[in-house]
């Protein structure tokens, strides 16, 4: 897997501090911010297969990562099923709703593409919420959702289920490294510059959209199960369309298109949001102008602009030992 010098330069610390945080004897508080921070992530990430990649904007993953929360809760309460199995159907739920979306959204693009997946959405926000009440709990939603269980550790500890999702996310990470830079990745890009050209070449443009959205499904899936086992709580707010809107809004700040853009944007929007709702009341309106300044001063996101500027100091380091030479 070749990976950047500028991924390894900004991954490399962030990687440090998860690793060493546990060891700075943090509150529980801080452990549970921080678990939280990176299962957003893993939904960012995922998210990022469709808006970075494919640059179409999806108003309808919070389904995913709502089905993903529901499919572990409804297995191990339900059904009875061991946590692993529960996060295995919570994948596989996530991606057959991206398969079940893109037979529809896929038909379109732009911001028609939007608004389908935003529609079918609501329409999935409303089920859950009442028509299906038997199963989701409606607005009251299932409490008492699992946490792991392997090899008799405690996960309700938070260290330990901080751990856990460490783990997870680094494999989520590692499998979205080489995805982008396999030839199927390459692909995807070259269907985003150019999509007539990639059907020219004799790529199936719309499977590999499709394939596309799947994947991203099953990664959001899995985020919202772990999110559900985290919260220990599941209910319908996980599907509304303004959960698709957070993810688009953090994606967007840390630099969509980037390996490590989903990830920042997620820490930037979670700790401005944990700092100013402690301040003030109106926090989602400064959060707000922050958002508009970002796109202001930062039009490709914080990884993005930074992304940018390394490329363009290697170019000059590259000219002056061109002509030291």
Not at 175 to 194: D, E, K, M, T, Y
Request: with cysteine.
């Amino acid at each position: 897997m070749n990976v950047s010098r500028f991924d390894l330069w900004l991954g490399l610390p962030l990687a440090a501090v998860a690793l060493l945080l546990p060891f700075t004897g943090p509150s529980d508080f801080l452990l549970n911010l921080a678990t939280l921070v990176m299962i957003w992530a893993i939904f960012a990430i995922g998210f990022d297969f469709v808006f970075g990649l494919l640059g179409m904007v999806s108003f309808g993953h919070a389904s995913f990562l709502g089905l993903g929360g529901y499919a572990l809760a409804l297995a191990t309460q339900l059904w009875g099923l061991p946590f692993s199995a529960g996060l295995g159907l919570a994948i596989v739920a996530g991606a057959l709703c991206a398969w079940l979306f893109s037979f529809f959204a896929l038909r379109v693009s732009g911001i028609f593409f939007a608004l389908v997946t935003l529609a079918l959405s609501q329409l999935l926000y409303i089920l859950a919420d009442s028509k299906l009440r038997a199963w989701t709990g409606g607005a009251d939603g299932l409490p008492g959702v699992e946490r792991p269980g392997l090899g008799g550790i405690d996960f309700f500890d938070s260290t330990h289920f901080y751990w856990y999702v460490v783990a997870v996310f680094a494999l989520v990470m590692a499998a979205v490294a080489v995805l982008r830079r396999s030839p199927f990745g390459r692909v995807i890009a070259g269907i985003r510059q150019n999509e007539t050209r990639a059907e020219q070449l004799g790529f199936d443009v719309h499977r590999y959209k499709q394939i596309t959205f799947i994947v991203s499904g099953a990664i959001s899936g899995l985020a919202g199960a772990l999110l559900a086992s985290l919260l220990m709580y599941v209910n319908p707010q996980m599907l509304h369309w303004t959960t698709s809107g957070d993810v688009i809004i953090m994606t967007l700040l840390g630099g969509a298109g980037t390996l490590w853009g989903p990830v920042v944007g997620v820490l930037a929007f979670e700790v401005l949001k944990e700092w100013l709702s402690g301040w003030t009341q109106y926090w989602y309106g400064l959060l707000g102008l922050v958002f508009i300044l970002a796109t202001l001063f930062f039009p490709k996101g914080i990884v993005g602009e930074l992304q940018e500027r390394f490329g363009q100091w290697q170019d000059k380091a590259a000219r002056r030992d061109g002509r030291s030479s």
